[in-house]
């Protein structure tokens, strides 16, 4: 997929980053703990990165000391981070079943970026930005690629993701069309 290692490179070059992360995931415990692979470009993006944040922007490195040796660890921390919104009525649920949203960074620690898993390949998975404390009229739906926060570096034509950002209805009472959009180099 050259679309996400152009991406995650221009990415690189925007902060000045020549190197590659010291730590080498064990992609298939993490996977194996997860239950579904992960986005091709969130995996260049930790072979690439250590783990650290742009900013007010935190990618959950699988590489963070506290879980760097235990992939079960690393998803129960990332699944206890946004259980609480569980509790809330008519929102988004959070799991890492097909349905469900799993938190894969935050904004500022008050957005979770997350992915709506579903059946389809990891690739193709939605991006949401949700705001879990004040509650389901505020979370943004951004379907894109896994970094919704980098689109704007991925050049023209590389990739597959949708341009489309909006208010999501309650889950309850979307539509058909909500989830799908157009690939940014159909215009």
């Known amino acids: 997929m050259t679309g996400a290692s152009t ?3 221009r990415l690189a070059a925007l902060v000045g980053w020549s190197g590659r992360s010291p730590y080498d995931p064990d992609w298939s415990s993490l996977q194996a703990a997860f239950g ?3 986005p091709t470009d969130f995996r260049q993006y930790v072979e690439r990165f250590p783990p650290g ?3 007010f922007v935190q990618v959950f490195h699988p590489c963070e000391s506290e879980y760097r040796e235990d992939a079960a660890y690393y998803v129960d921390v990332l699944l206890w981070r946004t259980n609480p919104a569980n509790g ?6 959070f799991g890492n079943k097909p349905g469900e949203l799993f938190a894969w960074g935050t904004v500022n620690g008050e957005l979770e970026l997350c992915w709506e898993l579903s059946s389809k390949p990891a690739d193709t998975w939605t991006c949401v930005v949700a705001d879990i404390p004040a509650g389901p009229e505020k979370a943004i739906q951004a379907a894109c690629w896994t970094y919704c926060w980098m ?3 991925a050049p023209e034509g590389s990739a597959y993701w949708t341009i489309s950002a909006r208010f999501c209805q309650l889950p309850s009472s979307r539509t058909p069309e909500m989830g799908r959009g157009r690939r940014r180099n159909q215009r």
């Open 7 to 9: 991406a995650v490179d």
């Open 36 to 38: 579904h692979q992960f």
């Open 53 to 55: 944040a742009f900013d």
């Open 88 to 93: 809330i009525e008519d929102y988004y649920r």
């Open 151 to 153: 689109l704007w570096a």
